[in-house]
C-alpha cells in the first residue's frame, strides 16, 4: 500500500541517493527498503519491458507457461492461430485464477470456480447457463485480459504492462547489435532446453543486478573455487585486469556487456570446430558483429531492468574432459524487498547435433543454476548484502557503498575509440560504470522521470559534452 | 509355510538390512561433510542423476526429460566434491547443517551383485548464523554394487518434490 508516509520516506531516501549516485556512490539501504519495493514495482517494473520466456518454450499452439510482472500473474500461450499471447490470469467473473499447473498444453483455460471457459487467445468461450443468466452479457468484452504490450526479438518474449512505453526495438536501441551476436551467431538461432531452473532466495533483485552490469571484479574472488579445481580458464574466471585477454566492458542504451577475448584469434567461445564450421556461417551478422564472436572468450550481459545473460567458453565439467560453451539467460523477479524469484534458463543453437546440445546443457547446470559451481556461491554474497542493508544502521549511519572504480580520480578508463560496435566501449574490465548506469536508471524511473534521462555520456568521461 | 519359503524371506530381510545399513552409514558421512569419504562410495560407472520436477494440470510425479540440477558422471561429481575444499566455495563456509532422515527402504530387486533400492529422504539444514531452517525431501532410486563387506553406489537417481527450491542453492550431496 502506497501511503503519504511511505512516499515521504521514499522521496527522503531518493534525494540522498541521487546525492550519492552523483559521486558514485550507492547508500547501502537501498538494498532492503519496504517504501522503495513498493515504489519499484509501480514506477519501475509496472513502466518497463520485463522478460517473459522464449518463444521456444512454447513451441505448439496450445502450449502455455505461467509467467509473472512483478507479483502479477500472466499465462504464456501459443494459440490456435500460433501467435503467442501473454494473458492476465484473473477469470473475468470473479477473479480466480484458471491455468494451475506451471507449463502444459491446452485448447482452453476452465475457471474451477462457475466454469467460464476461455479459448487459448483469451477469447470468453463458455459461460454456463448465458442464455438464463447473463442475457446481456457481452461475450467479446469478458475474455482473459491481454497485456498491454508484448514484443519480441530473436525469440526473446518481453511484455509491459505500460500501454505507452517505447516498442522494445526502442528500449533496446543498439544493445541488439551485441544480443544479435549471442542469438543469431548459430544458424537457425538458439532454443532454450527444457523448463528453467527457478528458485526462490532471500536478496533484493538490485544485488543480482548489479552483478550481472559489468562485476568483472568478483570472479576470480567469489568463484575462486572454479580457478582451484580448474573448471574454468584463468581468463574466464581469473583477476579482472590482469591476463593476456583484451577486456571491454560495453554500456549501449542503458543496457550493458561485458566481453572477454583474445585479438585476431578464432576463439568462438571455445564451441567445437564442428559447430564452427558447420552452424557459424555468420551470415545473419555483420563483419563487425562477426569479429566480435570470432575474438570472444565470454560476455556477460544485462538488460534494463531484470534480464540477463552470459555466454561463456573455456569452462568444464570435469578438469579432464575439454572445455565447452554454456549460455544462460536469466530473470531475477523481485517479490519483496529482501526477495526475489531466479528464473534461468539454459540454451543451445538449435541445429547443432543432439550430443552437442547435451554437452552444452550439463556445462550450463556444472556452472551456474541452483547447483551450478560458479552460482552456488553468488547466492549467500547477494542475499547476505540484503541482510546488512534492511537494519537500522545502514538507515542511519549514511553508510554509502563505493561504485567509483573506473572513475577519474580512482584509475585510467580510456573509451576505446576503435571499438566496431554501438555503445560506449572500455579498453578495461577494471570499473564499475555499467553498475552505476543501472543505478542512474534505476533512480530515474523510481523517481518517476524518464528512464532516458539517465542515458546518454557516462559520468566519467570527460568528453566536455554534459551528461 | 516352508521351511525353504522363510529362508528366502530371510535372506530378504538380510539384504534389507545390509542395505540399511549402508545407507545410514552415507548419510552419516554426508551429515558429518566428510565428502571424501563419502566418494569412496562411489563406483567409478556412477549415473548420479536430479532431475527437475514438472507440475502438470492432471498428472503427478512427472520430471523434465531435458532438464536437471546433477547429471554427473564419476569425473564431474569428484570435481564437485573437491571444490568444497577450496577456501573460495563459500557456500558451505560454514558448512550447512544437515540431518538425513532415510525411510521406506524397499529393496526392489538385487542379485548376487547388485540391489536396486528406493528410499525416501528427509534433509534438515540449517544454514549461517540463523534460526532458520529448511528441508529437501525427495525420492531415492539406487542401484548399488556389492564391494567386499559393503557397497559402492552404481547409480543414483534423485526425485526432488519441490519445482520451485527455496534454498538459495543446492550445495550439498542428496
Known amino acids: 500500500m502506497m501511503t503519504d508516509n511511505t512516499m ?44 517473459i520466456g522464449h518463444e521456444s518454450e512454447i513451441p505448439e499452439p496450445g502450449d502455455y507457461a505461467r509467467r509473472y510482472i512483478g507479483d502479477d500473474p500472466f499465462i ?35 475457471c474451477p ?6 479459448k487459448n487467445n483469451g477469447e470468453a468461450a463458455g459461460i454456463p447457463q448465458k442464455t438464463k443468466a447473463f442475457q446481456e452479457l457481452d461475450r467479446e468484452e469478458h475474455g482473459l485480459a491481454h497485456v498491454p504490450r508484448l514484443e519480441s526479438y530473436e525469440g526473446l518474449v518481453f511484455a509491459s504492462i505500460n500501454e505507452d512505453v517505447p516498442s522494445l526495438e526502442e528500449w533496446l536501441g543498439d544493445y541488439k547489435w551485441y544480443l544479435d551476436i549471442q542469438l543469431k551467431l ?31 571484479y568478483h570472479t576470480a574472488w567469489a568463484h575462486g573455487s572454479v580457478v582451484d579445481l580448474e573448471l574454468g580458464g584463468e581468463e574466464t574466471v581469473g583477476h579482472a585486469g590482469t591476463g593476456e585477454s583484451i577486456d571491454h566492458h560495453i554500456h549501449c542504451n542503458g543496457h550493458t556487456t561485458s566481453i572477454r577475448g ?35 572468450l565470454s560476455f556477460t550481459g544485462a538488460i534494463f531492468p531484470n534480464f540477463g545473460f552470459l555466454h561463456f567458453g573455456d569452462t568444464t565439467d570435469d578438469p579432464n574432459k575439454d572445455v565447452a560453451p554454456f549460455f544462460t539467460i536469466r530473470k531475477w523477479r523481485p517479490i519483496g524487498p529482501d526477495q526475489m524469484e531466479l528464473w534461468s534458463w539454459g540454451l543451445v543453437p538449435k541445429n547443432a547435433p543432439e550430443s552437442f546440445k547435451e554437452r552444452m546443457y550439463k556445462m550450463y547446470t556444472s556452472n551456474f543454476g541452483p547447483t551450478g559451481n560458479f552460482e552456488q556461491d553468488d547466492v549467500p554474497i547477494w542475499k547476505s548484502i540484503t541482510e546488512a542493508a534492511g537494519g537500522e544502521f545502514a538507515r542511519t549511519q549514511d553508510l554509502q557503498l563505493n561504485y567509483q572504480m573506473g572513475m577519474e580520480w580512482m584509475s585510467e578508463m580510456e573509451l576505446d575509440e576503435d571499438w566496431a560496435g554501438p555503445g560506449f566501449a572500455y579498453s578495461e574490465n577494471l570499473e564499475e560504470g555499467g553498475m552505476r548506469l543501472f543505478h542512474e536508471q534505476w533512480y530515474e524511473m523510481v523517481a518517476g522521470n524518464d528512464r532516458e534521462d539517465a542515458l546518454g555520456m557516462p559520468m566519467n568521461v570527460d568528453t566536455g559534452v554534459s551528461r | ?130 534460526e532458520d531452517h529448511d528441508f529437501y525431501s525427495a525420492k531415492r532410486e539406487d542401484t548399488l554394487r556389492r564391494d567386499g563387506d559393503s557397497f559402492e553406489i552404481a547409480d543414483r537417481t534423485i526425485l526432488l518434490n519441490q519445482t520451485i527450491l527455496s534454498t538459495d542453492n543446492v550445495s550439498i550431496f542428496l
Open chain 1, 8 to 51: 515521504a520516506g521514499a522521496e527522503q531516501v531518493l534525494q540522498e541517493a541521487r546525492e550519492a549516485l552523483d559521486e558514485g556512490l550507492f547508500p547501502l539501504q537501498l538494498f532492503q527498503d519496504d517504501d522503495l519495493h513498493d515504489l519499484e514495482v509501480q514506477r519501475l517494473f509496472g513502466q518497463s519491458w520485463v522478460f
Open chain 1, 76 to 110: 504464456f500461450v501459443r494459440d490456435e492461430s500460433g501467435e503467442i499471447n501473454l494473458l492476465f490470469d484473473s477469470c473475468r467473473h470473479r477473479g480466480t485464477q484458471v491455468c494451475r499447473a506451471e507449463q502444459g498444453n491446452t485448447s482452453h483455460f476452465r
Open chain 1, 113 to 118: 470456480y462457475h466454469g467460464w471457459t476461455y
Open chain 1, 186 to 216: 548459430p544458424d537457425g538461432g538458439m532454443e532454450v532446453v527444457g523448463e528453467p531452473h527457478r528458485w526462490v532466495i532471500d536478496a533484493n533483485w538490485k544485488t543480482i543486478a548489479d552483478n550481472f552490469n559489468g562485476d568483472s
Open chain 1, 262 to 296: 583474445f585479438e585476431d584469434e578464432d576463439v568462438f567461445l571455445t564451441y567445437p570446430d564442428e559447430i564452427v564450421d558447420e552452424l557459424f556461417s555468420g551470415e545473419e551478422l555483420s563483419e563487425e558483429q562477426w569479429q566480435v564472436a570470432r575474438q570472444a
Open chain 2, 1 to 130: 509355510m516352508k521351511l525353504s519359503d522363510r529362508e528366502d524371506e530371510l535372506e530378504e530381510l538380510l539384504v534389507e538390512r545390509e542395505v540399511r545399513q549402508f545407507l545410514n552409514h552415507e548419510a552419516e558421512l554426508l551429515d558429518a561433510r566428510e565428502l571424501n569419504e563419502w566418494f569412496g562410495l562411489i563406483a567409478e560407472d556412477i549415473s548420479y542423476y536430479m532431475p527437475r520436477r514438472s507440475m502438470r494440470e492432471n498428472t503427478a510425479g512427472v520430471f523434465s526429460d531435458k532438464s536437471y540440477y546433477f547429471d554427473e558422471s564419476y569425473g564431474s561429481l569428484k570435481a564437485r566434491v573437491m571444490r568444497f575444499d577450496s577456501e573460495y566455495a563459500w557456500a558451505e563456509r560454514p558448512p550447512t547443517r544437515t540431518e538425513r532422515y532415510v525411510t521406506n527402504v524397499v529393496v526392489t530387486d538385487y542379485d548376487d551383485e547388485e540391489v536396486d533400492v528406493e528410499s525416501n529422504l528427509l534433509v534438515y539444514l540449517s544454514r549461517g548464523d540463523s
